[in-house]
């Protein structure tokens, strides 16, 4: 009677399902090690796959950081969607999308070791994926910029373009200051004093977040409670 253990069959997996896991190993391997050091074959080896399947998904490994990259931005604009889609109200809309960015990037910081890797390899010359991404979805939440500047006292010299722009570069700069801070602090505990600061620099009254408090349902507490909810769905 043969006792020796036989090879494990390879389970077969929708090809889609297949491409995920690759990405996803991607995203480890690049956050873990760097461009440089990872290989092909460590990827494959961490997703589960031959070779040969790995690049009949991805013919290279610069496509494959590519791919990988774009399906973090992918889940990051996800996330922001659907913390834009559970408020009428344009400043509680405002609030809900700003706790979804800054908390995403506080669960997911391998997002920003990909962002500096992606500089660092393909250099200036181009744009990087993120400003790319921003740029070309602009029109998912600049319609909230222009309903909080026709219901409310927004500084007249700004348009709704730089008012997206300003509150981007705030959000952006907040998630790169909490990975050097000492000692460390979390992106989503900034998130009050980044809020406070971009809309007492918007509008031209005293306390503008006066006006988040009118709503029911749209205190600080309720969308924090609320969207921690739909990332957990």
């Known amino acids: 009677m043969d006792t020796s253990e036989k090879p494990a069959k390879r389970v077969h997996k929708p090809a889609e399902q297949r491409q995920q896991e690759i990405i996803a190993a991607a995203v480890r391997a690049f956050a873990d090690r760097g ?3 990872t290989d092909m074959q460590s990827i494959a080896e961490l997703a589960g796959v031959g070779k040969g399947t790995l690049y009949r998904h991805f013919p290279n490994k610069e496509e494959l950081f590519k791919s990988a990259l774009t399906h973090q931005l992918d889940i990051l604009r996800e996330r922001m969607m659907q913390a834009r889609d559970s408020y009428s109200n ?3 809309r405002l609030y809900a999308m700003m706790h979804a960015y800054l908390d995403y990037f ?14 660092a390899e393909f250099g200036r010359d181009i744009t990087p994926l993120y400003f790319q991404r921003m740029h070309d979805n602009k029109s998912d939440w600049l319609f909230v910029f222009e309903d909080i500047k026709n219901a409310y006292p927004v500084r007249e010299f700004l348009s709704t373009e730089e ?5 981007g570069e705030l959000l952006h700069g907040a998630v790169y200051l909490s990975m050097a801070s000492v000692p ?16 007492h620099g918007i509008m031209h009254v005293q306390n503008p977040l006066n006006f988040v408090e009118q709503f029911e349902g749209c205190s600080k507490h309720s969308i924090s409670q609320q969207t921690k909810e739909l990332e957990n769905n």
């Open 163 to 167: 008012m997206s722009s300003l509150c």
């Open 35 to 37: 461009y440089q050091v």
């Open 90 to 92: 344009p400043l509680c």
């Open 106 to 119: 506080d669960t997911h910081p391998d997002t920003v070791e990909l962002f500096i890797q992606e500089r």
């Open 184 to 199: 460390k602090r979390t992106s989503l505990a900034r998130l009050e004093h980044v809020f406070s600061f971009y809309l």
